[in-house]
């Protein structure tokens, strides 16, 4: 298999951390958004691949993030998307991206991800795209796409609010976590987390007069052992079971900050730096490092 391909494939292996509650409390962070939340966003986008900058890809979107009340759950998501065409994708691609303002996400009272909803034309997209590969394979992308998918939105909501909710954290402290997490793409299979997190300052909100905001660090890795195992249970399931055979250990890390108001853990700015790194069998290390910048202006 392909370097790329390979790192694609093991980015679904990471799992999203559960937070365990701190020993000294200090500044509470509570999930308590208004019935109705509006916001413009931008998204900036970059990906490299170090040694190979032609494979560099930069985009940067923008859009509208709205939030509404229904009972007891909130249902909330990405709107009137704009970029893509600057961004320089492909027809296929940009159908793809507007697809997403159709899914979205059902959130429970204290910042939990329920479920998503509207993903159909989404995963029907992306059948297209990989329509040239093996039927087998594609198959069974196809079979874990959706759940795919909620791993890609529970992630970027874990970060946002879900890992925080309910938390209260020492302003300079940093906690450590290890905890077992489930891994969507494979039922019943579950993967070692190691996560660090801190509230390292407490700042002026962005764009927000007379609102106090928090910066929250989060970084996370799964143990390079269950990286391992899981990795070649994902190539099996995908019949590319040769894939991982001379494979050095696979490394998968995620960093996140924060800038968000902890009376309410309404969003600011989220940055998320995601790297990938493995050595393939002839000793060449490769390496991805996705970076995500959202901004929210209310």
């Known amino acids: ?163 925080w909710s309910g938390g209260s954290l020492e302003p300079g402290a940093t906690y450590e976590l290890k905890a077992d997490a489930p891994v969507a793409v494979l039922p019943g299979e579950r993967i070692r987390m190691e996560t660090r997190y801190s509230l390292r300052r407490v700042l002026d909100c962005p764009g927000a007069k007379g609102r106090r905001c928090v910066e929250l660090w989060f970084r996370s890795a799964p143990e390079p052992k269950d990286v391992e195992r899981i990795s070649r249970a994902m190539f099996e399931k995908l019949k590319v079971g040769g894939a991982t055979a001379g494979m050095g250990p696979p490394s998968v890390i995620a960093e996140a900050v924060l800038i968000t108001e902890p009376d309410r853990l309404v969003p600011h700015r989220l940055e998320v730096t995601r790297s990938t790194k493995v050595a393939t069998p002839d000793g060449t290390v490769h390496e991805r490092v996705d970076s995500s910048t959202w901004t929210y202006r209310y």
């Open 1 to 163: 298999m392909r370097p790329r391909p390979l790192l694609a494939v093991l980015a679904l292996v990471a799992a999203t951390p559960v937070r365990a509650e701190p020993p000294t409390p200090e500044v509470a962070l509570t999930f308590a958004w208004p019935a109705a939340l509006d916001a413009r966003f931008e998204l900036h986008r970059v990906r490299r691949q170090p040694g190979q900058p032609e494979r560099s890809v930069e985009g940067r979107f923008t859009g509208r993030f709205e939030g509404r009340a229904a009972g007891k759950e909130l249902r909330l998501g990405y709107r009137d998307m704009e970029g893509a065409e600057a961004a320089g994708l492909d027809g296929a691609t940009r159908a793809l991206l507007r697809s997403l303002e159709r899914i979205t996400a059902v959130i429970d009272g204290d910042g939990g991800l329920v479920r998503l909803e509207g993903m159909d034309r989404a995963v029907e997209l992306m059948g297209g795209m990989v329509a040239d590969l093996p039927e087998s394979t594609r198959g069974e992308l196809m079979r874990i796409a959706p759940a795919a998918m909620q791993k890609d939105f529970s992630e970027t909501w874990s970060m946002l609010v879900a890992f």
